[in-house]
T-cell receptor, first 115, second 112 residues
Framework: AQSVAQPEDQVNVAEGNPLTVKCTYS??????LFWYVQYPNRGLQFLLK??????LVKGSYGFEAEFNKSQTSFHLKKPSALVSDSALYFC?????????????FGPGTRLSVLP | SQTIHQWPATLVQPVGSPLSLECTVE??????LYWYRQAAGRGLQLLFY??????ISSEVPQNLSASRPQDRQFILSSKKLLLSDSGFYLC???????????FGSGTRLTVV
């Protein structure tokens, strides 16, 4: 079975500091991993994804994520946080072996960037 | 390019009234379609998904139903709303495989 964990409900970081939002997953085969961002009263927006290839994936708005197979993690990072990055972030996974299966989303992590 | 439309953006309905939320996708054919509910601005709960016209899978038993009368149209309904049906409803589509989902802008439903 597929599962995703985001161990932190809330992450607070000062503007200009680096940020990390954590995600760990469990799948039977190789994972397809995604990060989405949600601003208040809006739908989820795609940030980046890992399918195969380089473990460091670069995405929108200066975000990047590092795929670590041994630790089954896909943490979202940004070198310098902006106040406008404050939002709800979701990690999602699908098992490559289960092509027709739906994505499983994590519970979400609320990021607050303080000025 | 593909786009997804979801309406209305906000809705206030009395308890016991019916509900119909509509979602349409443009620029693609035979998409997988999804309805999610999000309570209190947190996690996503998958309510229904559809892989084709007339094919609906329900993830949780509840007061809601879904229908897919056309390839690119997905409707969320209720005959009688409950207070617990309040929440933020999101429609999404995805082609499957290693493609992610594209989400609509959401509907804020308040049942009073």
């Amino acid at each position: 079975a597929q599962s995703v964990a985001q161990p932190e409900d809330q992450v607070n970081v000062a503007e200009g500091n680096p940020l990390t939002v954590k995600c760990t997953y469990s799948v039977s085969g190789n994972p397809y991993l995604f990060w989405y961002v949600q601003y208040p009263n809006r739908g989820l927006q795609f940030l980046l994804k890992y399918i195969t290839g380089d473990n460091l994936v670069k995405g929108s708005y200066g975000f990047e994520a590092e795929f670590n197979k041994s630790q089954t993690s896909f943490h979202l990072k940004k070198p310098s946080a902006l106040v406008s990055d404050s939002a709800l972030y979701f990690c999602a996974v699908r098992d490559e072996q289960n092509y027709g299966q739906n994505f499983v989303f994590g519970p979400g992590t609320r990021l607050s960037v303080l000025p | 390019s593909q786009t997804i439309h979801q309406w209305p953006a906000t809705l206030v309905q009395p308890v016991g009234s019916p509900l119909s939320l509509e979602c349409t996708v443009e620029g693609t054919s035979n998409p997988n379609l999804y309805w999610y509910r999000q309570a209190a601005g947190r996690g996503l709960q998958l309510l229904f998904y559809s892989v084709g016209i007339g094919q609906i899978s329900s993830e949780v038993p509840q007061n809601l139903s879904a229908s897919r009368p056309q390839d690119r149209q997905f409707i969320l309904s209720s005959k009688k709303l409950l207070l617990s049906d309040s929440g933020f409803y999101l429609c999404a589509w995805g082609p499957g495989g290693f493609y992610g989902y594209t989400f609509g802008s959401g509907t804020r439903l308040t049942v009073v």
